[in-house]
């Protein structure tokens, strides 16, 4: 069975490292959606991200949804993202559900179920470490027994100008994020793959390039989620230090960037979002 890092190096391999972040907003949909799904705003959230999907696929493998603008609109937006989901699996995309699960014993496993399992079966999920290792233990678990393998993005430095209020915190051996990459490096020594990488990654942000440079280099063989590019200012170059020359190592989420490159008005909505995409993978291949 193919470990859960050679399947998404294979899938940067074949469509290269843009991730596409499905963040469904109903006041930033088209008008013309807005106007027909007035009354069933899930359905155009399923209409809209099927279109997103179809619209970026010649340009990335990888796609991330964010659970919470789902989960806004009840059953209704859980079963658009479940319907998403398994139409990116069907076209051959790498699937991240973004749910920052963080919880501890059976509610974890529980958790992890949920997510691998039919409910979202997604290839991987985002998790808070702040409970500590019996917290991520139960997802490492559940991933690594599923079949195909799955893997997780644990949160380490993240994108958020606040994040640096307990990331940055210091103790006498550094700060706290540089503890938390170290636990993540030792979790992910279980599962290298033929890639060189394991199936424990992690979240860390374009926006801080220099914590990014250095966070590379203590986790040589962690795969990193890379969010901050686009539209909150961080750059394709700052992005590109996570990788190795062979561009493997790290995968690049832009959401706002490619789900909403054009106002609701714009009737060539559909053009923005295929160019935002050729544009962004042409500069994270540094084009």
């Given at each position: 069975m193919q ?29 013309s ?35 919470a ?9 859980m ?13 051959g ?5 973004d ?22 079966n ?9 409970l500590g ?6 997802f ?6 599923a079949?195909?393998?799955?893997g ?18 210091k ?6 994020y ?6 993540v490096a030792s ?20 926006t ?16 990193f ?21 062979d ?24 053009a ?16």
């Amino acid at each position: 069975m193919q470990s859960f890092a050679d399947l998404l190096a294979d899938a940067v391999r074949q469509n290269g490292p843009l991730c596409v972040g499905i963040d469904p907003r109903w006041e930033s949909l088209p008008i013309s959606f807005q106007q027909k799904f007035a009354h069933a705003p899930a359905e155009a959230f399923t209409h809209f991200g099927r279109k997103v999907l179809e619209l970026c696929a010649p340009n990335s493998g990888i796609v991330k949804f964010q659970a919470a603008f789902f989960e806004l609109f009840g059953p209704a937006g859980m079963q658009s993202m479940q319907t998403l989901i398994q139409d990116a699996r069907e076209r051959g995309y790498f699937v991240i559900l973004d749910a920052k699960r963080g919880d501890i014993a059976s509610t974890a496993t529980a958790y992890a179920q949920a997510a691998f399992g039919s409910t979202w079966n997604a290839d991987a999920l985002t998790v808070n470490p702040y409970l500590g290792a019996d917290a991520i233990e139960p997802f490492i678990q559940e991933a690594r027994k599923a079949e195909p393998q799955r893997g997780l993005f644990v949160l380490v430095r993240t994108s958020n100008p606040g994040g640096g209020l307990f990331q940055n915190l210091k103790n006498e051996t550094g700060p706290l994020y540089r503890h938390v990459a170290d636990a993540v490096a030792s979790w992910n020594e279980g599962a290298i793959g033929e890639c060189g990488y394991g199936d424990v990654g992690a979240v860390v942000g374009a926006t801080n390039p220099h914590e990014l440079r250095e966070l590379r280099e203590a986790m040589p063989r962690v795969w990193f989620l890379v969010p901050g590019y686009g539209a909150q200012g961080g750059t394709a170059e700052d992005a590109r230090a996570a990788m190795r020359p062979d561009g493997l190592g790290a995968i690049v989420n832009s959401s706002r960037g490619m789900t909403f490159p054009f106002q609701p008005e714009d009737a060539q909505w559909e053009a923005r979002i295929q160019h935002a995409a050729q544009k962004a993978q042409a500069e994270l291949r540094g084009e």
